[in-house]
């Protein structure tokens, strides 16, 4: 019943227990797992910091490169703890807002269960539950969602 399990990673601490969480149970279940990564363009271009038609191409470029070869070493650093528990993994980087791309995916590939982190990277970690995660159990899907707490 478990078999496609989605967890969307930032590179962070919980993220990285989540996706640990996620890799018992497709070991469990013979599942396997796809970890997706977002590329959220609106934390560097946009409103509050810069406008995007003053933003000049090469640099944003050359942010979301940083970005996305940083994304790639984090997934593959999860996909050889998956390894270990001998449990397949793929790997999706996406551009755009993080819930509405983790939605897509989990849609598109009809998981059966999104794993994740309660909390992120974010240093502001008063918050009861992350921004993304509260976005996510807040869409209207029917996909479950299993959410790990940080340590
Ligand atoms: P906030 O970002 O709201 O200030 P936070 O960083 O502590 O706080 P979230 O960003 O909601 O919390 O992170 C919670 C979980 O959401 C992470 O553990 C991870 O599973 C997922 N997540 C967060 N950002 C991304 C992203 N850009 N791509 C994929 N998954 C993400
Ligand atoms: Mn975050």
Redesign the pocket.
């Known amino acids: 019943m478990i078999e496609k399990l989605l967890v ?3 590179g ?1 601490e ?2 990285r227990k ?1 996706a640990k969480y996620a890799f018992s149970l497709a070991a469990l279940s013979g599942g396997s797992v796809t970890l ?3 590329i ?1 363009r609106d934390l560097f271009i946009g409103k509050p910091t810069i406008p995007a038609t003053m933003t000049p191409t090469h640099i944003v470029e050359s942010l979301e490169d940083f970005l996305r070869q940083a994304a790639e070493q984090d997934m593959q650093e999860l996909e050889k703890l998956g390894g270990q528990k001998g449990v397949g993994t793929r790997q999706v980087i996406r551009y755009g807002h ?1 819930v509405e791309e ?1 939605i897509k995916e989990a849609e598109r590939e009809k998981a059966d269960l999104i794993v ?7 240093a ?2 008063a ?1 009861v539950l ?5 976005g996510v159990i807040h869409t209207d899907t029917k996909i479950p969602v299993l959410i790990v707490r940080r340590s």
Request: aromatic share 4%; no cysteine.
């Open positions: 969307p990673t930032d962070s919980t993220s989540a997706l990564s977002v959220n993080p983790i994740m982190g309660s909390h992120g990277k974010s502001l970690n918050a992350g921004s993304v995660t509260f």
